[in-house]
C-alpha cells in the first residue's frame, strides 16, 4: 500500500513539472510546447488511395481557413505508417481548437465522412499528446528554421525503464553534449509522452533536407565517441544498458499533399509545398499523310 502511494506520488510530481514546464512561455523560435501527433496504420498497397483521402481534409481544412496547422509524412523506413503533428502553445489551445471543430456542424461533418473513407484505408492508430524538452534538445532554434526546408523527418523513439527517467536524461545530455562539440550542424527537438504510449516514451525529431545525410553516419558517430572521451564513453554506455527499455529510429518523407501549412510556412519553399500545377499536355499532331487521307474523304 505504501508502495503504490509513493509510486502515486512520483507520477504525480512528474506529471505537475510536465505541466509547469509547458505553462512556461516558449521562446520565440522554439519548438511548439505542445504536440498531438496522431499516427495511423496504412494497409499495404493503399497508400496512394490514403494519400488522396488524406488532401481532402486539407482542403477541408483550408476552405475553412482553420487556424492550426500540421504536417503530415509517410514512413521510408519502420512500419508502414503515416504521421500527422499538430502543434500547440497549450493544452487549453488544443481544447480551443476541439471545440471550435465542435462548433462548425459543417467541417466537423465533412471530418467525419472522410474519417470513414479513410478508415477503408487504416489497420489501427494511435494519438499520442506530448510536451517540449528544451534541456534534452540540441539547437533547436535551427529545427524551426530547417523543417520547412527539409524533406524528411528521422524520429528516435526511446523508452525509459520504470523510475529510470532522471538517469535516462542524464545520458541524452552527457550524449547531446558530445554530439555538439562534434557536429556544428546538429539540430534535433525532444518531446516526452505524456499521454497515448507506454510511460518513459520520448521522441526526438531530427529534420534531414536529403536521405544522403545518412552516408554521414559512421563519421559522426566516430567524432561523437573522440568527444566523449574514455571516461563519458563508459558512463553513457553504463547507463543506456541499464536506463533504456527500447530505442529505434524510423525516417518519414514529408507530405505536402497531406500537410495543413500556414502561407508562412510554405514560402519557405513554395516549389515543394505549392507546387504550380503542371500544363496538361497537347495532343500530338497527326502525321501528314494521314491528315491528307482523312481531307480527302471528306
Known amino acids: 500500500m505504501k508502495k503504490s502511494f509513493f509510486l502515486l506520488m512520483t507520477i504525480s510530481l512528474c506529471l505537475l513539472g510536465m505541466v509547469q514546464a509547458v505553462a512556461q512561455t516558449p521562446a520565440p523560435g522554439a519548438p511548439p510546447a505542445v504536440l498531438q501527433i496522431f499516427r495511423e496504420?496504412?494497409?499495404q498497397g493503399k497508400n496512394a488511395a490514403h494519400e488522396t483521402v488524406e488532401a481532402g481534409y486539407v482542403q477541408a481544412f483550408t476552405k475553412a481557413k482553420f487556424p492550426s496547422y500540421y504536417l503530415g509524412m509517410a514512413a521510408v523506413s519502420g512500419p508502414n505508417e503515416a504521421w500527422f503533428?499538430?502543434?500547440?502553445?497549450?493544452f487549453a489551445a488544443l481544447e480551443k481548437d476541439r471545440q471550435s471543430i465542435e462548433k462548425t456542424p459543417a467541417l466537423?461533418?465533412?471530418l467525419a465522412q472522410l474519417d470513414q473513407q479513410d478508415g477503408e484505408f487504416r489497420t489501427g492508430g494511435r494519438i499520442l499528446l506530448a510536451v517540449y524538452r528544451r534541456e534534452l534538445s540540441i539547437r533547436p532554434d535551427r529545427v524551426m528554421a530547417n523543417v520547412p526546408r527539409s524533406r524528411y523527418f528521422n524520429i528516435l523513439t526511446a523508452r525509459a525503464?520504470?523510475?529510470r527517467d532522471a538517469e535516462f536524461a542524464q545520458a541524452i545530455r552527457i550524449y547531446l553534449a558530445a554530439l555538439e562539440k562534434a557536429d556544428e550542424n546538429a539540430a534535433g527537438a525532444?518531446?516526452?509522452v505524456v499521454s497515448g504510449a507506454p510511460a518513459g516514451t520520448y521522441l526526438f525529431f531530427i529534420p534531414m533536407k536529403s536521405l544522403q545525410e545518412i552516408d554521414a553516419n559512421r563519421a559522426r558517430e566516430s567524432a561523437v565517441n573522440q568527444a566523449l572521451g574514455a571516461e563519458d564513453g563508459q558512463k553513457l554506455l553504463k547507463l543506456i544498458s541499464e536506463v533504456f527499455l527500447t530505442n529505434e529510429s524510423a525516417i518519414f518523407a514529408f507530405?505536402?499533399?497531406?500537410s495543413y501549412?500556414?502561407?508562412e510556412f510554405a514560402a519557405a519553399d513554395p516549389d515543394f509545398w505549392t507546387p504550380k500545377p503542371k500544363a496538361a499536355a497537347k495532343p500530338a499532331a497527326a502525321p501528314k499523310k494521314q491528315a491528307d487521307k482523312a481531307g480527302a474523304n471528306q
Open 190 to 192: 525532444a518531446y516526452q
Open 41 to 43: 496504420e496504412v494497409k
Open 261 to 263: 501549412v500556414s502561407k
Open 108 to 110: 466537423a461533418q465533412q
Open 161 to 163: 525503464r520504470p523510475g
Open 255 to 258: 507530405s505536402p499533399k497531406m
Open 85 to 90: 503533428t499538430v502543434a500547440y502553445d497549450s
